[in-house]
């Protein structure tokens, strides 16, 4: 639950009203400055897109309350570098001290879902940028002197891929956690329930999954919000796993108070809200981490769906190893029957309005699991073997990641064929792509043959896969049947399937010259 706006439900219908005709008239006067008898550079049908993108900015921005104080109305402006395809959106700064936190991140999502499809109208259209009263996420969050020398104005250090260091951790962050506000005096949450799903706790559950696979792998991994062998935090009454990031630093990490209380000067009701959301890339850059994976689950309209990986614009690094970690889950999430319809995009999101990548100084991507504002979605997120196999995939995008390796299906890569004299042996190696889980199962059926049982063979690690054979021995009577053909087919350890494979013995009297391998 929020605080009560300060205003009566008809004072603020009537200023929502006044606001959307305000809306209206901006929207003509940004329109007006593109068209394209004044702007060489307008896209086609630029006047009518961006005319339809302010009218639908605007009725979302009014459409609901983002904030624990009612900030309606709002009004957005829409304006179009066609030069770098570039959309940008204007608020006023009353919302520049929410920018990088959850109630301007919410309010951006709702829009940006309900313009997915006219955005495909706008030509070379490559992402999206929001200002508040003129200046960008990375300015208000260094604004007014807390952060400018810990975030905007530090070098930036990244972690080569393809150089594995064993002593850097990676810090899985789960969002978001109670915190404590000071207006209400009670310890609260930072997203109300969906679908029966809080996201406070289900993605620390995420998270949990993520940190355990990370470590059974034998990756060193930082889990913000661990579950302290269930221990109550004493001052909320709650458990440690049900708070925030900030407060599990606070106790372990005393000194640290640039981390977990950065902007010292900030009195605002909410400021610990805020704190927690710094806190996780600050103490990701503080250990010089490998990688900081923030675990969460989104809200949009009911028809918004899947998995989102969102990185800060012009990281390289950082956009590779979201591209790997969406490779990672769709792959692992698609291996099994009954997930193989959830959405899974090949490509990460590009957004300059998150604190948690902005902030940060290492890669830095934010994995978005699931809507748990759509129903379909949120019976996902609530299977506990589906949370299994997205951090599973999550971990392997990783791990891709680490060791410079590119996305690639796991997949047996043609089908084999060879002569075999009577009395011969063939043998036929498997040619195997991908980057599978060790051991793999290969298991081989003999095709029109009812009495025949499938069989299984093991692959135990990289180097055996040269090695491994299909095999076949020819005796007289299969000369009538030739030829002898298996099907085969593979799983990984973590129960990704590759493609059935065909594999031939053309059994052949002796005497006759065999190709068998």
């Known amino acids: 639950m929020r605080t009560k706006p300060r205003t009566s439900a008809l004072a603020r219908m009537a200023m929502i009203v006044i606001g959307l005709a305000a809306c209206c008239a901006a929207c003509s006067s940004a329109v007006a400055a593109i068209h394209p008898s004044q702007d060489a550079n307008a896209p086609p049908g630029g006047v009518e897109v961006l005319r339809e993108i302010t009218r639908i900015a605007n009725e979302v921005a009014n459409a609901r309350s983002y904030f624990a104080d009612d900030l309606r109305p709002i009004l957005v402006e829409a304006s179009y570098s066609q030069e770098d395809g570039v959309l940008y959106f204007d608020f006023d700064e009353r919302l520049g001290r929410e920018a990088g936190y959850t109630g301007v991140t919410d309010l951006t999502t709702y ?3 309900d313009l997915k499809d006219v955005l495909k109208k706008l030509s070379g259209f490559n992402r999206i940028s929001y200002r508040f ?3 960008d996420t990375g ?11 810990t975030s905007s104005k530090r070098e930036r250090r990244t972690v080569k891929s393809g150089v594995p260091n064993e002593e850097k951790p990676v810090v899985v962050a789960g969002g978001h956690g109670l915190y404590y506000h000071y207006g209400q005096k009670r310890w609260t949450t930072h997203r109300e329930p969906a679908n029966d799903i809080l996201e406070d706790d289900i993605a ?3 998270a949990d999954k993520l940190h355990a696979r990370l470590q059974a792998k034998r990756i060193p991994s930082e889990n913000m919000r661990s579950y302290r062998g269930g221990l109550a935090h004493e001052p909320s009454g709650k458990k440690w796993w049900n708070v925030g990031a900030r407060y599990h630093l606070e ?3 005393p000194e640290l108070t640039d981390v977990w209380n950065s902007q010292p000067a900030d009195d605002a009701l909410d400021r610990e809200r805020k704190q927690d ?3 996780r890339p600050l103490y990701a850059n503080h250990l010089n981490a490998a990688a900081v994976l923030h675990i969460h689950t989104n809200a949009a309209a009911p028809s918004a769906r899947g998995t989102r990986v969102y990185v800060y614009p012009g990281r390289m690094e950082d956009a590779k190893l979201a591209s790997l970690v969406l490779c990672g889950m769709a792959e692992l999430i698609h291996s099994v029957d009954a997930y193989a319809g959830y959405k899974v995009p090949s490509a990460p999101s590009f957004f300059d309005k998150h604190a948690e990548t902005k902030l940060a100084i290492v890669p830095a991507v934010i994995v978005e699991v699931g809507f748990h504002t759509n129903q379909d979605d949120a019976k996902y997120l609530a299977d506990p073997y589906f949370q299994n196999v997205a951090m599973r995939g999550a971990a392997k995008g990783y791990m891709l990641y680490r060791d410079d390796k590119a996305c690639s299906p796991f997949a047996i890569d043609s089908d084999q064929a060879a002569d075999v004299v009577v009395w011969g042996r063939g043998k036929l190696p498997i040619a195997l792509s991908g980057n599978p889980d060790f051991p793999i199962k290969v298991l081989q059926q ?13 692959i135990w690690d990289g180097p055996s896969i040269a090695g491994f054979r299909i095999e076949h021995g020819c005796r007289p009577e299969d000369l009538d049947r030739s030829p002898i053909r298996y099907v085969v087919t593979a799983v990984d350890a973590s129960g990704v399937k590759t493609n059935a494979a065909t594999y031939t013995f053309n059994c052949v009297p002796r005497g ?6």
């Not at 006759?512 to 391998?517: D, E, F, K, Q, V």
């Open 512 to 517: 006759r010259i065999a190709t068998s391998g």
């Open 133 to 135: 009263g003129g200046h």
């Open 139 to 149: 300015w208000w969050l260094g604004h007014p002197g807390g952060l400018g020398a």
């Open 251 to 253: 106790a372990t990490h």
């Open 204 to 206: 620390q559950g995420f």
């Open 277 to 279: 959301i710094r806190s």
């Open 446 to 458: 003999e095709v029109d043959c009812e009495t025949c049982k499938p069989e299984q063979l093991s």
């Open 111 to 113: 829009i940006e879902e």
